[in-house]
Nanobody, 117 residues
Framework: VQLQASGGGLVQAGGSLRLSCAAS????????MNWYRQAPGKQRELVAT???????NYGDVAKGRFTVSRDTSKNTMYLQMNSLEPADTGIYYC????????????WGPGTLVTVSS
């Protein structure tokens, strides 16, 4: 599985961004799709998950400001990020595992989000 994240950029605090993660395979072959982020000097942390059934889960960092969604016709997952804060700065990665090999996670190259104060 190849994953390609896009949509990062520079935004002012309080602004919004929408990230996209395009998968090279059908979303229906993916058990979970996840967004992670890694801030400078910090460990990678979970931001959001969406499962094959459409169940959504969020990490504490999302704080009700982020929304994960998907477009099955485009095999793409999205992360709508609102009320961005400088602490949200980091590289955002998408990650997925296949239904045929649950737990074997694939990572795509990240997309950089920079939030200025």
């Amino acid at each position: 599985v190849q994953l390609q994240a896009s949509g990062g950029g520079l935004v002012q605090a309080g602004g919004s961004l929408r990230l996209s993660c395009a998968a090279s395979t059908s979303i229906f072959e993916l058990n979970t799709m996840n967004w992670y982020r890694q801030a400078p000097g910090k460990q990678r942390e979970l931001v959001a998950t969406i499962t094959l059934s459409g169940y959504k889960n969020y990490g504490d960092v999302a704080k009700g400001r982020f929304t994960v969604s998907r477009d099955t016709s485009k095999n793409t997952m999205y992360l709508q990020m609102n009320s961005l804060e400088p602490a949200d700065t980091g590289i955002y990665y998408c990650n997925a595992d296949l239904t045929s090999r649950i737990g074997r996670h694939y990572w795509g190259p990240g997309t950089l989000v920079t939030v200025s104060s």
